[in-house]
C-alpha cells in the first residue's frame, strides 16, 4: 500500500481535478504529433493528411497538458477514434509487414500513443489513481519495445539480391519510381531496388506480375513481355503516386 501525500494548498487556491492538465493523455497526443512529422521526413515529403493531424494533435496536447476539463478529455478521444477509423487500410497495410522498421514501427509507436491517449481518458473519467496510470505506461512501453526487437531482427532477415549483368533496374526512391523504364521483349530480370525505409509493392498491369519490396533492400524478378507499354505500380495504401511505364520492344 502506498500514501500519496500532497503539500497543504493554501485556503482558496485548491484547483478542482478537471482544471489540472493531464500528462499521460497530453504528452501522449504531442508523442503522436512528432511520430507523424517523423513519418514524414522519413517519407521526404509532406502528407497532407498527417500534416493537418499532426498540426491538430499538437494543440489538443499543449492544451491537455496545461488544463483538461471534461470536454476536452472527450474531444481528445474522439479525435484520435476518427484518425484510427479513417487510417486503417494504411495502418493494417504497415503492419502487416515487421521487415520494414520504417513503416511498421512508425505505425506501431503511432497506435500505442493513441491507446494510451483513450486509456488516459477513461482513467480521467473514472477518477483512476497514479497506479493505474503507470500501468498503461508501463505495458505500452513493454509492447514498444518487443515490437522494435521483432521488427529489428525481422529486418536483419530480409534476403537482398544484388544487381547482376543484364537486369533492369528499378528504383523506388522517396516513395517514387522512375516514370519511365525502358527494357527488351521476350526472357529479362527485373532488379527492383527499395532505397525507401518502407516495404513497397510492384506490379505490372495486364500481367500477374506482384513482387514486395521489403525495406532498404532489393528483389531480382524474371519476366517476360511482349512488345508494348505497360503501367508498373505500388499498391501499398496511400502510395498512389507511385508508378511508372515500361516500355518492351
Ligand atoms: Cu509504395
Not at 115 to 137: D, H, K
Not at 183 to 194: H, I, K, R, S
Amino acid at each position: 500500500m502506498s500514501l500519496n501525500v500532497e503539500a497543504p494548498r493554501p485556503m482558496g487556491t485548491a484547483a478542482p481535478t478537471e482544471l489540472r492538465g493531464d500528462r499521460l493523455v497530453g504528452g501522449s497526443l504531442l508523442l503522436v504529433a512528432a511520430l507523424l512529422f517523423g513519418l514524414q521526413i522519413l517519407a521526404g515529403h509532406v502528407i497532407p493528411p498527417l500534416a493537418i493531424f499532426g498540426a491538430v494533435t499538437v494543440v489538443l496536447g499543449g492544451v491537455t497538458l496545461r488544463r483538461s476539463p471534461r470536454w476536452l478529455l472527450i474531444v481528445d478521444a474522439l479525435v484520435v477514434l476518427v484518425y484510427l477509423v479513417g487510417s486503417t487500410p494504411f495502418m493494417a497495410a504497415n503492419l502487416a509487414h515487421p521487415e520494414s522498421p520504417g513503416s511498421f514501427l512508425a505505425e506501431v509507436f503511432i497506435l500505442l500513443a493513441f491507446l494510451t491517449v483513450l486509456a488516459g481518458v477513461v482513467l480521467r473519467l473514472r477518477g483512476a489513481g497514479a497506479l493505474a496510470r503507470r500501468r498503461v505506461v508501463v505495458g505500452v512501453a513493454a509492447v514498444a519495445v518487443v515490437a522494435t526487437i521483432g521488427s529489428l531482427v525481422a529486418a536483419a532477415a530480409v534476403d537482398t539480391e544484388a544487381r547482376q549483368d543484364g537486369d533492369i533496374a528499378i528504383a523506388s526512391d522517396r516513395s517514387l519510381f522512375p516514370s519511365e523504364v525502358e527494357m527488351p521483349a521476350g526472357d529479362a530480370v527485373l532488379w527492383l531496388d527499395n532505397r525507401d525505409p518502407f516495404h513497397h509493392t510492384f506490379l505490372i498491369d495486364d500481367t500477374d506480375i506482384r513482387a514486395v519490396m521489403p525495406a532498404s533492400s532489393s528483389v531480382r524478378i524474371p519476366v517476360d513481355l511482349a512488345p508494348g507499354s505497360y503501367r508498373f505500380w505500388c499498391d501499398v495504401p496511400g502510395h498512389e503516386s507511385m508508378e511508372g511505364v515500361l516500355h518492351v520492344r
